[in-house]
């Protein structure tokens, strides 16, 4: 069956980075596309962007293009979102998701970013 | 960006009664759209792909429809475990966006 398993939640400081990974499993990984969502509360749903693991393509919302950079790893299955500079502002819950119409979601990896 | 606009933000329904959240894009989409649901401290789940297409495994009771810029998700005799946040997003162009949410409590 699809999986998608995220890597544990981070306690950063202010300016630090961060490297969040989605491990995907049941399927071709490199035949869809991986999307990444941010969640804050009381902010919804934000689309970060997505990375088609076969080639590499990738598309990113503008108002998240210097903050985030997708890789994938086809040799282990994994996807890797980089945040970087990181503020308060970045502080979320992240999820990976496959497919542009989100079929399968991660578990979420929950960022805290403080002094 | 196409903004998506979902009503009411809060919906309070009896179990066993039907309900209807509504989703109104700023542009026309097609059927590009896709609801979810959230449960607390859980993932989204997808729910009904391209305005009416149904998911498997997806109670029959959740359904879709659509298209244009008006959007509905339907669900026919509410149980309990339905309470949850509800989302639609659309990928008809770049960047996809979801809606604000709709959250169902149960009376």
């Known amino acids: 069956q699809v999986q998608l398993q995220q890597s544990g939640a981070e306690l950063m400081k202010p300016g630090a980075s961060v490297k969040i990974s989605c491990k995907a499993t049941?399927?071709?990984?490199?035949?869809?596309?991986i999307e990444w969502v941010k969640q804050r509360p009381g902010h919804g749903l934000e689309w970060i962007g997505e990375?088609?693991?076969?080639?590499?393509?990738?598309n990113y919302n503008e108002k998240f293009k210097g903050k985030a950079t997708f890789t994938a790893d086809k040799s282990s299955n994994t996807a890797y979102m980089h945040l970087s500079s990181l503020t308060s502002e970045d502080s979320a819950v992240y999820y990976c998701?496959?497919?542009?119409?989100?079929?399968?979601w991660g578990q979420g990896t929950l960022v805290t970013v403080s002094a | 960006d196409i903004l998506l606009t979902q009503s009411p933000a809060i919906l309070s329904v009896s179990p066993g009664e039907r309900v209807s959240f509504s989703c109104r894009a700023s542009?026309?989409?097609?059927?590009?759209i896709h609801w979810y649901q959230q449960r607390t401290n859980g993932s989204p789940r997808l729910l009904i792909k391209?305005?009416?297409e149904s998911i498997s495994g997806i109670p029959s009771r959740f359904s879709g429809s659509g298209s244009g810029t008006d959007f509905t998700l339907s669900v026919n005799s509410v149980e309990s475990e339905d309470i949850a946040d509800y989302y639609c997003?659309?990928?008809?162009?770049?960047?996809?966006?979801f809606g604000g949410g709709t959250k169902l409590e149960i009376k």
């Open positions: 998701a496959r497919g542009a119409w989100f079929a399968f």
């Open positions: 049941g399927y071709s990984f490199s035949s869809y596309w």
């Open positions: 990375i088609l693991p076969g080639s590499d393509n990738a």
């Open positions: 542009q026309n989409i097609g059927t590009s």
């Open positions: 391209f305005a009416s």
């Open positions: 997003q659309q990928n008809y162009s770049w960047p996809y966006t």
